[in-house]
């Protein structure tokens, strides 16, 4: 047994995970262009890290308007959930367990995706990004603000889609709310100029958000929900504003109170240096966050295993998702326990098709030549 805290078993809300190696959600493309099903591929490479404690699967759209780049997966129709079904019975039967991540792109999405229809988004802003369309990245376009009935559908598609989730067999779900996406369009002031209950104050950006997390959890048990958010310093509208960490501050706080199954935080993936977020950089922002949330907290972006088992140790994450070092290492708990060395990824197939450079990366094996001769 090892004696690394990665290693020590973990109670996820209602969840036993075996060990605290968690598998982030990755965007691979490789689900059925036309109707979004996900396919057998997608179980092979989901069900080959099963030992994971726990696997968090790909963005997924929640509906036909929230869906927004390329080759994605969605959870609105019967043969999602039957396509998702596959995959979930392929990584339980290998002995792991997977939660769903609900996902509306809001203004990152394109006509092109939408069958020429303008994306929508809290307000009439263009997020200045690039959208992944199937013939390749295109600047955004200038979506049209959501009315407030279209709000309120909105937020239903989230819990018809937790339901789905659930239905095809997934251990729980979480909310996708950072990122360029649109519930992190609501939260961010650049963005969101709504003059509604939806805009301006910290607490009607972040209405939204709660309204989503509330109705999902007219769905599913709060022990089986959890939110992905941070704040964040992207390009375009998305770069840290002044406010930017205020809200985060407050939408964290406030999940902190619906007793949620974990809190997905990521540290900078961008320099904060001369930013508003400066003091969140590297373990700053586990530090920052860590007292204002009272449940599971999974620590996440750029971590390795020297990094996780501290981590963990300092009481700054109960988990620790590692995203990038999943491509290439199906294996990932195993290499941790024998600190084999990591494979790297071929960046050429992580967005191709098919199982190239998706489920063809090897298990660890450790080469004869290196067995030490006594
Ligand atoms: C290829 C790729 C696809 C990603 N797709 C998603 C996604 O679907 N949903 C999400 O929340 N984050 C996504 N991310 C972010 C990762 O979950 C993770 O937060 C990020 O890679 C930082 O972790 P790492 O340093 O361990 O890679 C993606 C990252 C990469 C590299």
Redo the contacts with the bound molecule.
């Keep these: 047994m090892s004696t690394q805290p990665l290693f020590t078993p973990y109670r996820m809300g209602d969840l036993d995970l075996p060990n605290r190696i968690v598998m ?5 493309m490789r689900a059925q262009s036309h109707d979004h099903v996900p396919t057998a591929v997608q179980a092979d490479y989901y069900a080959q890290r099963a030992s994971a404690g726990l696997i968090i699967g ?2 997924t759209a929640i509906s036909p308007e929230g869906f927004g780049w390329a080759d994605t997966p969605g959870l609105w129709t019967e043969e999602q959930v039957r396509g998702w079904r596959r995959i979930t019975d392929a990584v339980h039967k290998a002995g792991g367990r997977m939660i769903a ?1 609900l ?1 509306h792109t809001g203004a990152i999405s394109h006509p092109e995706l939408l069958g020429g229809a303008q994306p929508v988004s809290a307000s009439n802003v263009d997020p200045g990004q690039l959208s992944f369309t199937r013939t390749g990245r295109k600047p955004t376009v200038t979506p049209r603000s959501l009315t407030k009935y279209e709000i309120n559908v909105t937020i239903a598609d989230f819990a018809r889609a937790a339901r789905n989730a659930m239905e095809a067999g997934f251990d729980g779900v979480q909310i ?1 709310a ?2 360029l996406y649109l519930i992190s369009q609501f939260l961010n002031a650049t963005t969101n100029l709504r003059k509604d209950e939806y805009g301006g104050s910290l607490e009607n950006r972040s209405r939204f958000l709660f309204e989503v997390v509330e109705s999902v959890l007219g769905e599913v048990d709060a022990l089986r929900v959890g939110v ?1 958010i941070s704040p964040m310093h992207e390009g375009g509208a998305f770069q840290a504003n002044e406010e930017t960490l205020s809200i985060a501050e407050y939408a964290i706080q406030k999940l902190s109170t619906y007793n949620l199954s974990h809190l997905l935080l ?1 540290g900078n ?1 961008t320099d904060f240096s001369g930013t508003p977020l400066e003091k969140l950089a590297g373990d700053g922002m586990f530090q920052h966050f860590r007292p204002l949330f009272d449940g599971t907290l999974i620590a ?4 390795d295993r020297d990094r996780g088992n501290r981590l963990i140790a300092e009481g700054l994450a109960d988990l620790v ?5 999943y ?1 290439a290492n199906p294996d990932l708990v195993q290499r941790f326990a024998e600190n084999a060395p990591l494979a790297e990824v071929d960046w050429e197939t ?2 191709a098709s098919g199982p190239h450079g998706y489920s063809d990366y090897p298990t660890y094996q450790p080469s004869k030549d290196l067995t030490p001769h006594r």
């Design positions: 982030a959600p990755l965007t691979r790909e963005a991540q996902w996708l950072n990122y992905k990521m993936t996440n972006v750029k971590m998702a590692f995203g990038r070092p491509i992580v967005y």
